[in-house]
T-cell receptor, first 115, second 113 residues
Framework: DTEVTQTPKHLVMGMTNKKSLKCEQHMGHRAMYWYKQKAKKPPELMFVYSYEKLSINESVPSRFSPECPNSSLLNLHLHALQPEDSALYLC??????????????FGPGTRLTVL | GESVGLHLPTLSVQEGDNSIINCAYSNSASDYFIWYKQESGKGPQFIIDIRSNMDKRQGQRVTVLLNKTVKHLSLQIAATQPGDSAVYFCAESFDDSWGKFQFGAGTQVVVTP
């Protein structure tokens, strides 16, 4: 299984809502990532988890809260978002770099719209 | 070139011709590079990678060239097909255990019949 899955595919939420994005991989990868992608722009790294611990937070506002319950799952909890947070949210996973290949496998993304 | 506002650089290629997509990377310490293809409504898909100890790597219909002197990366696609129409991103990685990547601005490739 070389797939990263993300749910939901689409999400519309109000600025007072609380919602969560989910990501799952069964490739045995020990690094998982959240990216944000605006239209016509490259993905921007938000968070990196390695061995279920948060290792990188790219100065992301606290209204985005990541969680890694186990080595296969990654969540992104959303609260009090702003309309400018509307974007495609991508999850990715990879092996540890020292294994020789650390390409990141991306999921299809969740298209988020904040009203 | 770099994207300005909402406009991605666009490369129009006739079906069957070869495509060359260019990327200037930013960090001279970067030692691992990947080309990704992103089709509309999908996540980025790995195409080919190259480490800094190489200057050329070939895959199926694709070749990546790395010029560390001028910090330039290119992707060549042979015999371009309609299914190659997508946005192509280069990504560079620093000496980091978990592969923190910096993505380039992207190039839109449009294949015409």
């Amino acid at each position: 299984d070389t797939e990263v899955t993300q749910t939901p595919k689409h999400l519309v939420m109000g600025m007072t809502n609380k919602k969560s994005l989910k990501c799952e991989q069964h490739m045995g990868h020990r690094a998982m990532y959240w990216y944000k992608q605006k239209a016509k722009k490259p993905p921007e790294l938000m968070f990196v988890y390695s061995y279920e611990k948060l290792s990188i937070n790219e100065s992301v506002p606290s209204r985005f809260s990541p969680e890694c319950p186990n080595s296969s799952l990654l969540n992104l909890h959303l609260h009090a978002l702003q309309p400018e947070d509307s974007a495609l949210y991508l999850c990715a996973s990879s092996q540890q770099r020292t294994s020789g290949r650390n390409e990141q496998f991306f999921g299809p993304g969740t298209r988020l719209t904040v009203l | 070139g770099e994207s300005v506002g909402l406009h991605l650089p666009t490369l129009s290629v006739q079906e069957g011709d070869n495509s060359i997509i260019n990327c200037a990377y930013s960090n001279s310490a970067s030692d691992y590079f990947i080309w990704y293809k992103q089709e509309s409504g999908k996540g980025p898909q790995f195409i080919i990678d190259i480490r800094s100890n190489m200057d050329k790597r070939q895959g199926q219909r694709v070749t990546v060239l790395l010029n560390k002197t001028v910090k330039h990366l290119s992707l060549q696609i042979a015999a371009t097909q309609p299914g190659d129409s997508a946005v192509y991103f280069c990504a560079e990685s620093f000496d980091d255990s978990w592969g923190k990547f910096q993505f380039g601005a992207g190039t839109q490739v449009v294949v015409t019949p």
